[in-house]
Structure formats: structure tokens, C-alpha cells
């Protein structure tokens, strides 16, 4: 049967793609879920005028891709 390695495929894709529609709204109900009763009018500094400095310090995980002709870096980060 030359149509079953179709099959397959259609199968496999089909499954992947339920998969990761799953997988995406796991990840809108958790946000949700978290930033339920978030006010956004706090904010943690006792003047409200104050300057709020946030730093963020990343590091390098995986390098992903190098693109040498638009010197594009892709890598994976752990915060």
C-alpha cells in the first residue's frame, strides 16, 4: 500500500498539532491563572514618581545559530 507512509505522516502531524494547541493553552490558562488579581497600579517603591530600575542577568544555555552575513545570534538563556 503506497498510501499508508502518507497516512503516517497526516497522523503524526495531526497528533503534534493537537499537542502543541494543547500546549499553548496549558500556557494561557497558567498566565491567567497567575495574573488573576495582579494590580498593575502597584508598583514596589514608596514614591510613585521614584525611577524603578529592574536588572536582569541571563545566561548563555545553548547557542542555537550564527548568521554570519547579518551577524544574528540565536541562543537559549536561563534567567
Do not use: W
Not at 500556557?27 to 488573576?36: F, G, N, S, T, Y
Not at 502597584?42 to 524603578?52: A, D, F, G, I, M
Amino acid at each position: 500500500m503506497p498510501s499508508t507512509p502518507i497516512i503516517t505522516v497526516a497522523v503524526l502531524l495531526l497528533t503534534a498539532y493537537v499537542q502543541g494547541s494543547q500546549s499553548v493553552s496549558f500556557d494561557r490558562m497558567l498566565i491567567e491563572k497567575l495574573l488573576k488579581n495582579y494590580n498593575t497600579d502597584v508598583r514596589p517603591v514608596e514614591n510613585t514618581s521614584q525611577v524603578l530600575e529592574v536588572s536582569l542577568g541571563l545566561q548563555p544555555y545553548r547557542l542555537l545559530r550564527v548568521v554570519r552575513h547579518t551577524d544574528v545570534l540565536s541562543e537559549t538563556v536561563s534567567l
